[in-house]
């Protein structure tokens, strides 16, 4: 009877685990397909799919952002180019808006952004008006908005977002108080401190995998 009730509950967690698998691919391939930037809501649109409903069989973020990569690995060729041009165009970012100490955040840091992501930046600055005037400056038209932003578990904050176009691709600057430095703000995706690169960090990325890729070349 006890082994037959470890059976029941093994063979339990393999459907869920499956089942959570599966919940995951169909929301990245909703992503990449339907142009969905929202985990929650492709989460909930895969779910509705493929008929799984219980919570246990619902993937978390860092699940489906595992899948995402893996298709355009499997299936976007062109992803590979996406991802190489706007790191590149980020680090040229990042080197222009050195003054405010820019971090990369989001996609193109992760390395899941594809063709219609934008480059992601951190600005530092308690001046909420200094990158506006900065961007004025050197003629950059861009947009103004604000996003909510949790700050830590007990605090968030409206802050202000500037976005534009440059080199053929969007940009998306987050303008945050200078001593959000010691600690990354708390990612959407998770709920911990954001992943942010440096020019310098980004930099020896890039480099790490063109090393990487030559010697899998090789192989």
């Known amino acids: ?10 063979h339990a967690q393999t459907r869920t685990f499956e089942r959570r698998r599966s919940l995951a691919h169909e929301a990245a391939r909703l992503m990449v397909e339907g142009g969905i930037r929202d985990y929650h809501q492709a989460k909930l649109k895969a779910a509705q799919r493929l008929g799984i409903f219980d919570d246990a069989s619902l ?19 062109d992803s590979a180019l996406a991802l190489r041009t706007r790191r590149e165009a980020a680090l040229r970012a990042l080197e222009f808006f050195a003054g405010f100490e820019p971090r990369l955040v989001g996609p193109v840091l992760e390395g899941t952004a594809d063709a219609r992501t934008a480059v992601a930046l951190h600005l530092h600055s308690d001046d909420p008006d200094a990158v506006h005037r900065y961007l004025d400056q050197h003629a950059i038209p861009a947009q103004s908005r604000t996003r909510r932003i949790r700050l830590d578990r007990e605090r968030s904050d409206d802050v202000p977002v500037w976005v534009f176009s440059a080199e053929g691709l969007p940009f998306d600057l987050t303008v945050l108080p200078r001593d959000v430095l010691r600690q990354a703000p708390l990612s959407s995706i998770d709920e911990k401190p954001m992943r942010r690169a440096s020019a310098a960090q980004l930099r020896q990325m890039v480099a790490d995998e063109e090393i990487a890729g030559y010697e899998a070349g090789r192989d």
Do not use: K, T, V
């Open 59 to 77: 993937p978390g973020n860092r699940e489906i952002e595992d899948a995402l990569r893996e298709y355009q690995r499997l299936f976007q060729r």
């Open 1 to 10: 009877m006890r082994q037959a009730r470890q059976h029941a509950h093994q």
